[in-house]
C-alpha cells in the first residue's frame, strides 16, 4: 500500500499527531480522543485510503476481506505488540471498512 506524504487533514482541530503517534495504542492517547473520532465520523466517509492515512496516520493493522475490501485498524487500547497488553481485558479497536474502489465506507469501534 502506498501512504501519502501530504499533510492533508480532514478532520480539521483534531489531535491528528496525538491519536498517530499512539501506536497500537500504548499511550493511551486514542482512548482520550475516540469519542470525538466517533462524533465526526461522518467527515471520514468517502475518503480514500491515502486520505485516511493522511488524517489517522498509517493503520496499526490491515485485514483483507471478499471482494476487495479491507479494514483499517486502529488500536484504542493497548494492542498485542504493546509492552503493557493484556490479553484479559477487552480489546478496543476503531476500525475504517474501505471498499474495492479504495474509499471508506464505514467506521466501526468495538469495545
Do not use: M
Request: aromatic fraction near 12%; hydrophobic fraction near 30%; charge should be negative.
Amino acid at each position: 500500500f502506498f501512504w501519502g506524504c501530504s499533510s492533508d487533514n480532514h478532520l480539521e482541530n483534531f489531535d491528528k499527531d496525538g491519536w498517530e503517534s499512539d501506536l497500537n495504542g500504548c499511550s493511551g492517547k486514542r482512548a482520550e480522543l475516540v469519542t470525538e473520532l466517533l462524533e465526526r465520523q461522518q467527515e471520514l466517509i468517502g475518503l480514500s485510503t491515502n486520505e485516511i492515512a493522511n488524517t489517522l496516520g498509517k493503520p496499526d493493522k490491515i485485514e483483507l476481506y471478499r471482494r476487495s475490501q479491507k479494514f483499517l485498524v486502529y488500536y484504542v487500547t493497548p494492542g498485542p505488540d504493546c509492552s503493557i497488553y493484556n490479553d484479559l481485558e477487552p480489546l478496543q479497536y476503531l476500525t475504517v471498512k474501505v471498499d474495492a474502489l479504495g474509499r471508506a465506507k464505514e467506521i466501526i469501534y468495538y469495545e
